[in-house]
């Protein structure tokens, strides 16, 4: 049995729980022990249109910075993403060094050797490379995604100088 249980979907019968499938049934006999006593909470699906909402207005956003950001901000997902490690939803693992020279050097290789977007910063003899969580339905529920959604608007916005809803109004006027 795994540690980690995977979500299984199940059908209420009147008189209990069964799993919906042959292959949700298969899954709760790999991963559940017949007797043992489970607890299970409802978990609300994620909205596809909230998900898509938050692409859009991004790609919105990102379409209107001025020029001397896009050097910053190739594209929108280099956008999301630092606006993500900037709002605290983020791995952090931190290396420290023997010194500032090699913590340096440590830098410039985790630089160019991380993903694209990843975030690697030196404070003195101490490396911290922060990467931005995956916002996949998989990943995040609905409240940490609506959380993480809110948060990166509020980044964007503030690096445009404008009101988050206001993007989205001019491209429901359009």
């Known amino acids: 049995m795994s540690d980690a249980t995977p979500p299984i979907v199940w059908t209420y019968t009147g008189d209990g729980l ?3 499938s042959g292959y ?5 006999n790999e991963h559940l022990v017949v007797g043992q006593r489970y607890r299970m909470v409802e978990e609300a699906e994620r909205s596809t249109a909230s998900h898509n909402h938050e692409f859009a207005w991004l790609k919105e956003a990102w379409e209107t910075m ?3 950001l896009y050097e910053q ?3 929108s997902e280099h956008l999301r993403k630092y606006g993500l490690i900037k709002k605290g939803h983020c791995t952090m693992k931190q290396y420290p060094c023997n010194s500032e020279a090699e913590a340096e050097r440590l830098r410039t290789a985790l630089k160019d050797e991380a993903d694209k977007y990843a975030l690697v910063l030196r404070s003195r003899n101490v490396v911290t ?3 931005a969580v995956s916002q996949s339905k998989k990943a995040m529920g609905p409240a940490q995604f609506q959380q993480s959604k809110s948060d ?9 100088g404008v009101d988050p809803e206001a993007l989205g109004k001019v491209e429901q006027a359009a």
């Open 18 to 20: 069964e799993p919906a």
């Open 129 to 131: 490379v922060y990467k």
């Open 152 to 160: 990166l608007m509020d980044f964007v916005g503030d690096l445009l």
């Open 66 to 68: 001025p020029d001397e």
């Open 73 to 75: 901000f190739p594209s």
């Open 24 to 28: 949700w049934r298969r899954m709760a």
